[in-house]
């Protein structure tokens, strides 16, 4: 699950589900190459490659895994590629998620750090904020408690795989199942009307775009909050048995809150998932072994999400900055300087994972940082795994002919987003 509700650098998600806290700290002497130039982030993927990473990425990281980088608005930074250093930086508390300390890494964003985080956006907060909201939402989103979704997420599955057949052969899948199935199940789960998607959805999607001015984004999520705001007052009035029934009558969240929880919850649950749905039949679709290998073996499933999340990386960047002076890797991070976190690179390190630009179902992708690290890793996880170990094996065996309806490089890519995927992905079949 993944959110965008302001302008602000990352696409790290949010949970409380992680543990850790490294010390960050390096091996070396502090001191950084004088004759170094700083490198710039490399945004553009490498034409007819719409699952790797940017081109430059992977030789960044083979020279060094954290480098001096310069920011669109001139400030100088860090970009942290290789896994390990990654895994580390986001583990460290002594790197701040606060927005208004950070640099944004992307051209065309912001000049100079961030506003604050909106209340209840729990990306943009450190400890001890973050803690009593992780606290209040950890429990509902538990292993054992997102398992027991299990049916009703292959209920809506099979809904939607029926409607595709019966309308015949050729669908747009991301409108036909991959973006109702997460959506359908976010709104159950924190008890928001599915019917009102109009007003929401459409909202969440400027407030995700890149290429939309900072008015479209403020008048999209003002739109966003407002449409919560009545919500929760129907919760006050008649706390309903869901998630937002729950906090309303249960925490000490103020009105405000709620609402900014509220609209971070359900912006997360529409996007990511979504896409990882599209993105990864994308990736399957162009690799018929793999797709084989899924359809045939049912219980390859799990593992096999792994790997997607590993591979694809939609959420692929994020933003930290250091609130004291940190050694790592031989380098002084010195406070104030904000560090750019490259997950997509991360993830293809080929000292963590053997031959990383390989699509392997079958791989132990254990550990990938697909879903982040460390205390703002993604809440919504275990229903992201649900929903896509259900899904995708789904729509393999019930459409045993699948196939893309326009050649590969003609899906239309989300460059233009926060989140990485797919606009949409035309695809066929062969009728029984």
Request: net charge negative; with cysteine; charged share 25%.
């Amino acid at each position: 699950m993944q959110h965008e509700p302001t302008t602000r650098p990352e696409t790290e998600t949010e949970s409380g589900t992680g543990t850790g806290t490294g010390t960050g700290t390096g091996t070396g002497t502090g001191t950084e190459s004088k004759t170094a130039e700083p490198v710039t982030l490399p945004t553009q993927r490498a034409a007819g490659c719409p699952f790797d990473p940017p081109a430059g990425l992977a030789e960044l990281r083979d020279a060094s895994p954290l480098a001096r980088m310069t920011y669109p608005d001139g400030h100088v930074g860090w970009l942290a590629t290789g896994y390990s250093t990654v895994r580390s930086i986001l583990a460290d508390p002594r790197f701040s998620s606060r927005y208004e300390l950070m640099h944004y890494p992307l051209p065309g964003g912001p000049e100079g750090p961030l506003p604050p985080a909106p209340v209840g956006d729990m990306t943009g907060m450190d400890a001890p904020e973050h803690t009593r909201f992780r606290r209040l939402l950890m429990g509902r989103f538990t292993v054992r408690r997102m398992r027991q979704l299990s049916d009703r997420v292959r209920e809506i599955t099979a809904e939607h795989l029926d409607a595709m057949e019966r309308r015949g052969p050729g669908a747009d899948l991301v409108e036909a199942l991959a973006r109702p199935l997460p959506a359908l199940m976010i709104c159950e789960l924190l008890g928001v009307p599915y019917a009102d998607r109009e007003r929401f959805q459409g909202h969440a999607h400027t407030i995700m775009s890149m290429d939309v001015t900072p008015e479209d984004r403020y008048a999209a999520f003002t739109g966003l909050q407002e449409y919560m705001a009545e919500l929760v007052a129907a919760k006050r009035a008649a706390p309903s048995d869901d998630l937002l029934g729950d906090l309303a009558r249960d925490s000490d969240l103020t009105d405000e809150e709620l609402i900014g929880v509220g609209g971070f919850l359900l912006a997360a649950g529409l996007d990511t998932t979504a896409n990882m749905i599209a993105h990864g039949t994308f990736a399957l679709l162009t690799n018929p072994a793999q797709a084989d290998a899924l359809r045939t073996d049912p219980d390859l499933a799990p593992q096999a999400v792994e790997e997607l999340m590993r591979y694809l990386t939609i959420a692929h960047t994020s933003v930290k900055s250091a609130l004291e002076d940190v050694e790592l890797e031989g380098r002084l991070i010195k406070a104030g300087e904000s560090v750019t976190i490259s997950l997509e690179a991360a993830n293809r390190d080929p000292e963590r994972f053997p031959d990383p630009d390989v699509l392997d179902l079958r791989r132990k992708a254990t550990g990938h940082l697909g879903f982040g690290h460390g205390i703002h890793q993604c809440l919504g996880q275990q229903l992201a795994r649900v929903e896509m170990t259900v899904a995708l094996p789904a729509l393999l065996r019930r459409f045993p002919t699948l196939r893309l309806d326009v050649p590969a490089e003609e899906v239309p890519l989300r460059t233009d987003m926060s989140i990485y995927g797919v606009h949409r992905l035309p695809v066929s079949w062969d009728e029984n």
